[in-house]
């Protein structure tokens, strides 16, 4: 994985309106875009990005390129991710929500012959504060440090980087893995790269009802993270068998019990792995501070 300010990135989606917002955000958050991609537009530019046709040619003058950001419709997101994959480049960030699950798995299946990582889709992508900005992320609310944060949710990365900024509890990368029924990255693989990454020294896990990821991950966490890890369930007031959108969706279609899934079963896992779980945003800074001591 590549995330420094050297790292190339290319923007696919170049008519999007969440496109001209970002596209600008993350040049001056320090980004180094180098291309936006839109077929029929090659050769304009866009706050002096230029834009090719197809990401090949945009290889063909720059080099290998590490990232792209995704933002084209969902039901494009397949073809421009499997481009992107065919070009070489090994790091995706689908933004949209909403794209077709079977579209998901026939890129899964890909990404996991080619070795590609992919964040998202419904995601604000992937943030080392200070560093590089990939995607959509709240960055102001955020501050380089040593906390790594992996979370379903999108704003409720960015409270929880605002909570730990506001402790004096800087940041080493923020990652939302997405909401949809089927996303690329899980937590297991977030929490190894936390738990490999120099930067880091604990992590912050953000989840919510539906799915049963967040009990995998507290399996995973006692069995392999040597890190500190705080954990957050959100939607502790939700209605027993109440499932939410989200990953929640699927655990619903797949016809799985309503005791799967629920905010009490993750939480439970989380207490036989023995991980601190914060009951609201602002205890997590203090758990932290604990765990650190």
């Known amino acids: 994985m590549k995330l420094t300010p050297d790292s190339k990135v290319v923007i696919q989606g170049y008519c999007e309106p969440l496109m001209v917002t970002h596209a600008a955000r993350m040049k001056a958050y320090g980004t180094n875009v180098i291309a936006t991609i839109s077929p029929g537009q090659s050769g ?5 990005i230029p834009v090719f046709d197809l990401v090949e040619q945009a290889v063909a003058e720059f080099g290998v390129i590490d990232t792209t950001i995704i933002l084209v419709p969902p039901y494009q997101a397949l073809d421009a991710a499997l481009e992107a994959i065919a070009a ?3 790091q995706i960030v689908i933004i949209p929500a909403g794209v077709p699950p079977l579209d998901m798995v026939h890129l899964l299946r890909k990404a996991e012959a080619t070795e590609t990582l992919v964040v998202g889709p419904n995601s604000p992508g992937i943030i080392v504060p200070g ?10 609310f955020y501050t380089p440090g040593s906390v790594g944060i992996v979370s379903r949710s999108s704003t409720l990365t960015y409270e929880i980087a605002s909570e730990l900024t506001k402790a004096g509890l800087g940041q080493s990368i923020g990652v939302s893995i997405g909401s949809d029924a089927i996303t690329g990255s899980s937590f297991l693989q977030w929490l190894q790269i936390l738990d490999e990454d120099e930067n880091t020294q604990a992590i912050v896990l953000v989840g919510e009802p539906g799915g049963n990821s967040e009990e995998a991950a507290a399996r995973y966490i006692a069995e392999t993270i040597d890190k500190p890890v705080i954990a957050y369930i959100a939607g502790r007031n939700a209605p027993p068998g109440k499932h939410w959108g989200h990953t929640g969706t699927l655990a619903a279609v797949v016809g799985r019990g309503v005791n799967v899934g629920t905010t009490q079963s993750k939480l439970t896992a989380f207490k036989e792995a023995k991980v601190p779980v914060a009951d609201r945003p602002s205890q997590i800074p203090g758990l932290m501070k604990k765990a650190l001591k």
């Open 44 to 48: 304009q530019t866009l706050d002096e």
């Open 88 to 90: 070489g480049i090994r």
């Open 131 to 140: 560093k590089i900005l990939l995607g959509t992320h709240a960055s102001e």
